[in-house]
């Protein structure tokens, strides 16, 4: 048993309905209890689809499991087919389901459907939604595929056969799906990238594909994954049985587009692109360089998120935005390995867990400028009072705007770097507020380019307010608990701010007074000092900036 009040995956059966609700003519008939339609919603509200999502659930009910419940899902199977008519049938259980064990796959393989049955096992106590998804599409494509394998031992096709063929090089982009973090955009920025490099799109799965497409994978000269959660094991699987090389890097960042066209130009034997066009196409390098960016140097920032999107993010941070990244982690044990040698490469220990608890825990005590996560880190950071972009799913329905808002390529870099940028306060804010502290409205955290303002500041207006009324007198001063963003809770063993201590931790800036304070409290534990005055905090700062 786990106690457990978020999730950053469902379980993996809605990862196999994302797939099916992300192709056209295949469609899932799912063993689950009254109530898993619940799943419906995510498709039709936060994906905002306007159709329902082609699953049937046999929906059964306390009262059906005193009698036949395989006789059930027979009769869901053939209801579904004949009214659907699809050119696929998945085939699963939910949790409840599993363990009543009627075997539906293997109950409807025995059915004489006429149509290739996909008999999903996917195991809901062990495994969770992304691994659900990616199971799935291996075993659809499997399955269609079987009876073109090659023989074993035939000679792999290479990958620059195009040119002896009279044709241009053609690759499939797998992983993009429904309730991905912004495939719709992705795919489309990455088809423009490749046809201005001269490569066509074979074949984009599962979003959007069909079945009968699937049977088009292996006349591609190379798989492009770009989704490794959903498309990394069907990759490797084409790549043993069908010889076609994966491209494994993904274009997230203007570093990562260029070293995802060079690849692929050396793989498909084409010209290497121009070395200056990420300066040419994207803004992102003369944004970041330009003098307004200044400020953002050294900014720490904390990354959770799915492994494709926390790899990407913590690269651009260190070496596009000038961020230092402070914290690094995963939900995606199943890449647990690549989070880890990204983080090692920063000097970091990677973060892996999928408890959001010890994720807010972690956050905290790093006391970032800026989070980089899901909407599971928006939440702890907006507790903590810590400026947050959202960068990969879970993802709640402003993440599926309506605008184009990809992450990949040249126009992804774009969206990247006004997205994070937006949540921090201007320079010149940042700066004013450092030396004009008393103002009534620009108080400390405040953000004026923001609705919301500041990250939570008790008192906010109404203290200010308090502040003109004694006009000239200095500021009363502030509660103890101002000095403790409650990010960071004092250790055990308190210890004591003396008064001109506490004074000299209200002059650093907010955004670091958080790691100031962790510092010094660590500087007087380290030195058996009970009392942090104001002498203390200095000497801990020279200590650290040594
Ligand atoms: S079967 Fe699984 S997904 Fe459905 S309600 Fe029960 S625990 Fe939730």
Request: charged letters at 25%; aromatic letters at 6%; one cysteine or more.
């Amino acid at each position: 048993m786990e106690l457990t009040l978020w999730t950053y995956e469902g379980p993996p059966h809605v990862g196999a309905m994302r797939i099916a609700a992300s192709m056209e003519g295949l469609h899932y008939v799912l063993h689950a209890p009254q109530g898993d339609t619940y799943a419906d919603l995510l498709f039709t509200m936060i994906e905002r689809r306007d159709r329902r999502p082609p699953v049937t659930y046999t929906t059964f009910q306390a009262r059906d499991l005193g009698g036949d419940t395989a006789e059930l899902v027979t009769r869901s199977i053939q209801q579904a087919v004949d009214r659907f008519r699809p050119e696929a049938l998945l085939v699963g259980e939910s949790c409840t389901a599993e363990l009543i064990q009627d075997q539906p796959g293997a109950l409807a393989g025995g059915m004489g459907l006429g149509l290739p049955v996909v008999n999903l096992e996917l195991p809901a106590y062990s495994k969770k939604e992304n691994w659900g998804a990616a199971e799935t599409l291996y075993q659809l494509c499997r399955t269609l595929l079987r009876e073109r394998m090659p023989a074993p031992g035939s000679s792999k096709p290479a990958p620059d056969r195009w040119k002896s063929e009279g044709r241009r090089p053609r690759v499939n982009l797998l992983g993009p799906s429904l309730l991905g973090f912004r495939c719709r955009d992705d795919i489309k920025e990455i088809r423009g990238l490749l046809g201005e490099h001269g490569i066509d799109v074979n074949l984009v799965a599962p979003l959007g594909a069909r079945p009968s497409d699937l049977l088009r994978l292996p006349v591609a000269d190379a798989n492009v994954c770009l989704y490794p959660e959903v498309a990394g094991p069907l990759c490797s699987w084409l790549e043993r049985n069908f010889g076609t090389p994966v491209l494994r890097t993904v274009p997230i960042g203007v570093g990562a587009t260029r070293r995802f066209l060079r690849e692929l130009s050396a793989l498909l034997g084409l010209e290497p692109p121009e070395s200056n066009e990420a300066d040419l196409r994207s803004r992102l390098p003369w944004y970041s360089r330009s003098v307004d960016s200044t400020y953002l140097t050294g900014k720490r920032v904390f990354i959770f998120a799915d492994a494709t999107h926390a790899i990407a993010a913590a690269r651009i941070a260190a070496d596009e935005l000038g961020f230092t990244v402070v914290g690094l982690g995963t939900y995606s044990r199943e890449l647990a390995r690549e989070v880890r040698a990204a983080a090692s490469d920063l000097g970091l220990e990677a973060l892996i867990t999928d408890d959001y608890l010890a994720v807010e825990k972690a956050m905290g005590d790093a006391a970032p400028e800026l989070v980089l996560g899901t909407q599971m880190e928006r939440h702890s950071a907006k507790r903590l009072g810590i400026p947050c972009a959202v960068i990969s799913s879970p993802l709640h329905v402003q993440d599926v705007p309506a605008r184009y808002a990809p992450q990949m390529g040249w126009e992804g870099a774009n969206v990247i770097f006004d997205s994070w940028v937006h949540p921090l306060m201007m320079g010149l804010e940042e700066h004013l507020i450092g030396m004009f502290r008393h103002d009534f409205e620009f108080v400390e955290g405040h953000r004026s380019h923001l609705a919301d303002g500041a990250p939570s500041r008790p008192g906010g207006m109404a203290e200010a307010a308090q502040a003109v009324a004694v006009a000239s007198s200095p500021p009363p001063p502030l509660p103890s608990s101002s000095l403790q963003p409650s990010s960071l809770p004092l250790a055990e063993g308190a210890l004591i701010w003396s008064v001109d201590g506490e004074a000299a931790l209200r002059k650093i800036p907010f955004f670091v007074r958080g790691k100031v304070k962790t510092n010094t409290e660590t500087f007087a534990r380290d030195n058996a000092l009970g009392e942090i005055t104001e002498e203390v905090l200095y000497d801990a700062k020279a200590h650290y900036s040594k």
